[in-house]
């Protein structure tokens, strides 16, 4: 083959880069894939990983002992095999998956996750290996006209970081399912390009590649280097996802940098001296890793308070931080291996394969053994000092060994995890860790407020699980409701545990047998001990089972009179699947004849189309299901049977006796509950939330900072779906004698929303006038009186200023809401200064039974 530039080799430089892009295309949205079985945690990007890199080192050791007599040729068919095999993927896993689900009653959580990531890691790596095959047949291809390998490594991992970007921009707008379909198109284009090619080209011309087997001592600590970049990569992926965007979408930033970095790294490399490199790149790698936990509470704290216009202004910005902080050591990880090859004259295809290897066992290392033992920072800490102690290994001088103690010592400060109060500056300012808990599931903390109340944040994630008093009445009326609408409840299915508040709602049922299916041990620890009085005690009623809620429901023979479902953050990984079509045929499999399934929505967390998607998916299952508000929650009710009426609710009460009765509605009554009643779901025809074909994953993000998700359209459509107050009287069947009590609620009820409508507006004269309004309609709907006694305490000082009694002004508060704390306290400081010890007593009583853990009140 000639030595002169001919112009094949450049398309097929521009080829391999290409196939690049795809590669890493296709892990970030096998990632999403994989994540599909595994939900909010980071299994799917471990078993995704673990399956490339395992892929890509068998492919490409098995590519140096394949004689090919036309590499490119060979080339073209590896390629148009991986897009035409990513086309059919997804059928085939959904496949396996559902013969996985059959099996589900003979494994336990630990046996079906690892029989599922098993499964995952066998259908990735056969693409994984035909992609790692294909670096030997373009060196073979190419080495006549002098292409080394740190140039091909160079410019395929430029077009990998250019791949790793490629789905942020198409899930949002394609979602997955098309955005994997293009993805192999341009894979099979490459495919066909190649083979174009190939036809073009005289088999002789191509080169007899020798690959030189590097010595044996000097490929373990190459493969350890590969082991400590995939343990740094996971724990970045991991700790990142805290306070970036999605996983999927903070792995595709990683892998950004990581190959930008290493691609950058390789071509660089060629022009050092390698003796020097060699013995500072150790160093440098651990250094730059290290510095980046020292760094980590900064940048959370610049996330935390950043505003962006869009998603993908969020992505660039909050990436091109994030690029800053770890692209040093990318860098360093490519230099590597063209220094390596020139230093030991070994083949690049054997390190590149050995280093692939390792990394698949680094990457299982770090997310199934290390951070259960150390936590994600003293992952990182390990994989850093890791990189240090194989780097010097390979080239390392004596004087260089001496920085070893340092690094040490340098990362002891930032092993153990933050404190929340330094990542969340602006949210928990003020606030103390009370208790940490991390597996590979999820970091569980309960956090103390500057006020005293302890709070559950999963991931750095709050869902109203706090000891707050209105978030105590929240929790508590997720269980009341669906209880108060079924005719007899002898068992209840909690899907999510959270801080057991929840279940408490359930306690005026003496009889009522309990089952709770959570997950997180962390948070099963945590309302064991530290919420134990805010739940009075429900964990010792209660059976709770540590498990995924979809492989309980799939597992169990057992069936139900009311299952829960809790409140969920909709747009992180695989959390959607649970509001897919799927996830609620399982749970009304499991309810008995006459059961009810109650599925929870917080509106602020949804954009209209995506609400509708939900509901259609929900009705799509449950043809009979209504809804009810509850404040800023939507309840979507859906009876395996006949919807509850009024009389199901009256005999549920009258079998309790007077007090339980009042507990059992929150001393609401009966008729604020069913004037809460919102209708039948009318979302129309459109899509719905599938777990094979999701569509609010991708929508939310680009939907929360777009401006989309607004409460006001949301309260808007929601309020053009309610029927009138007479056809709200025949559904729920309400008697004549009793249209003016169920009338008063009901309205109520529509002029509250109205005024959180106008409030919302900037209308804020309508939405008081409209407050009182309903508040004279129904003074015991909880979220009424609450919201218009707020009103007053604003308006206090200025009522004070203009000659009324403060403590006048306080006690018409309490008239108005007798559980408003802020009245509260300030009752009790004024009967204090005034001498009144009996009535400071009193306040401070009823202060105590709604806020017992408030600093002030215990002070």
Not at 552 to 558: H, K, M, Q, W
Request: proline letters at 4%.
């Amino acid at each position: 083959m000639e030595e002169a530039k001919s112009p094949w080799r450049a398309i097929l430089v521009l080829l391999y880069t290409v196939s690049g892009l795809t590669g890493v295309a296709y892990e970030v949205l096998w990632a999403r894939m994989i994540s599909i079985q595994f939900g909010a945690n980071i299994f799917g990007v471990v078993f995704t990983v673990t399956a490339f890199m395992a892929g890509l080192g068998i492919g490409s050791l098995a590519g140096m002992r394949w004689k090919a007599k036309n590499p490119i040729l060979t080339f073209s068919l590896l390629e148009a095999g991986v897009a035409i095999y990513a086309l059919f993927l997804p059928s085939m896993l959904h496949v396996a998956t559902s013969d996985i689900e059959m099996l589900s009653s003979r494994l336990d959580l630990v046996a079906w996750y690892g029989l599922q990531g098993a499964v995952s890691i066998a259908f990735l790596m056969l693409p994984a290996a035909a992609m790692g095959a294909s670096f030997p047949m373009v060196l073979k291809a190419g080495e006549a006209s002098g292409l080394k390998v740190g140039t091909l490594y160079g410019i395929n991992t430029a077009g990998a970081a250019i791949g790793a970007l490629l789905p942020l921009g198409l899930l949002p707008e394609l979602g997955w399912i098309w955005a994997l379909r293009l993805v192999a198109m341009i894979g099979l284009m490459v495919g066909v390009g190649a083979f174009l090619l190939a036809r073009n080209v005289k088999e002789s011309g191509f080169g007899q590649h020798a690959a030189a087997f590097p010595k044996t001592w000097a490929m373990l600590p190459y493969a350890g280097i590969g082991a400590c970049s995939l343990m740094l990569q996971v724990g970045w992926t991991r700790l990142y996802s805290l306070v970036l965007l999605r996983t999927e979408y903070v792995l595709a930033v990683i892998l950004c940098v990581f190959l930008a970095g290493m691609g950058l790294g390789s071509l660089l490399a060629r022009k050092g001296q390698r003796s020097f490199w060699l013995s500072v790149l150790p160093i440098l790698a651990a250094g730059f890793a290290i510095g980046s936990l020292w760094l980590y509470p900064s940048y959370s704290d610049w996330v935390e308070g950043a505003k962006f216009d869009s998603l993908s202004g969020a992505l660039t910005r909050e990436g091109l931080i994030l690029a800053l902080m770890t692209l040093p050591v990318t860098l360093v990880l490519g230099a590597w291996l063209p220094l390596l090859a020139a230093k030991y004259k070994a083949a690049g295809e054997w390190l590149y394969g050995i280093n692939s290897l390792g990394a698949a066992i680094g990457a299982m290392a770090g997310g199934f053994i290390l951070i259960p033992l150390l936590g994600t920072t003293g992952t990182i800490v390990v994989a850093a000092l890791g990189l240090a102690f194989f780097g010097l290994m390979l080239g390392g001088k004596k004087l260089a060994w001496a920085a070893l103690p340092l690094m040490i010592a340098f990362s002891y400060p930032v092993f153990v995890f933050p404190k929340v109060e330094k990542l969340l500056p602006l949210e928990q300012a003020g606030s103390r860790d009370l208790y940490r808990y991390e597996d590979a599931l999820a970091i569980t903390h309960v956090v103390q407020d500057e006020h005293g109340e302890e709070l559950l944040l999963t991931d750095l994630q709050r869902m109203d699980a706090s000891t707050d008093p209105t978030a105590v009445v929240v929790q508590m009326n997720q269980a009341r409701l669906p209880l108060l609408l079924h005719p007899e409840a002898h068992s209840i299915l909690f899907l999510g545990l959270g801080t057991g508040i929840s279940a408490a709602g359930s306690l005026p049922y003496p009889a009522l047998e309990r089952t709770a299916v959570e997950l997180s041990q962390g948070a099963i620890n945590a309302s064991r001990k530290w919420f134990a009085s805010s739940n009075q005690g429900v964990m010792n009623r209660m059976d709770v089972k540590r498990d995924d809620a979809r492989h309980y429901l799939t597992a169990t023979n057992r069936k139900y009179d009311v299952i829960v479902g809790d409140l969920f953050h909709p747009d992180l990984t695989g959390v959607g699947a649970l509001l897919s079509v799927e996830e609620f045929a399982h749970a009304r499999e499991k309810l008995t004849e006459d059961g009810i399934f109650v599925q929870w929505i917080a509106l602020n967390q949804f954009d209209p189309e995506s609400l509708r998607a939900v509901l259609r998916s929900f009705q799509a299952v449950f043809p009979n299901a209504v809804l009810f508000i509850d404040g800023m929650h939507l309840a979507m009710v859906g009876p395996n049977g006949r919807m509850a009426d009024i009389g199901t609710m009256r005999s549920n009460l009258a079998r309790l006796g007077q007090d339980k009765a009042g507990q059992a509605t929150g001393g609401e009554g009966i008729w604020t509950w069913a004037g809460r009643y919102w209708g039948p779901i009318r979302a129309g025809n459109g899509p719905m939330q599938e777990e094979w074909a999701p569509k609010i994953e991708f929508s939310l993000p680009k939907a929360r900072y777009d401006g989309a998700i607004n409460i006001t359209r949301v309260l808007k459509m929601l309020m053009a779906y309610r029927p009138d107050v007479r056809e709200a009287e025949s559904h729920f069947g309400v008697d004549p004698a009793d249209s003016s009590s169920f009338d008063r609620a009901y309205i109520g009820s529509d002029l509250a929303a109205r005024s959180w409508v106008a409030y919302l507006q900037g209308d804020e004269m309508a939405a008081l006038k409209l407050r009182r309004y309903a508040y004279e309609a129904n003074p015991r709907d909880r979220w009424i009186a609450s919201t218009l006694a707020d009103n007053m305490m604003a308006s206090l000082p200025g009522a004070v200023k203009h000659g009324m009694d403060k403590k006048s002004a306080l006690l018409k508060v309490l008239e108005v809401y007798p559980d408003n704390i802020e009245a509260l306290r300030a009752m009790v400081k004024l009967e204090h200064e005034s001498g009144n010890r009996v009535g400071e007593k009193q306040y401070r009583d009823r202060l105590v039974a709604l806020a017992p853990l408030d600093k002030e009140v215990r002070q």
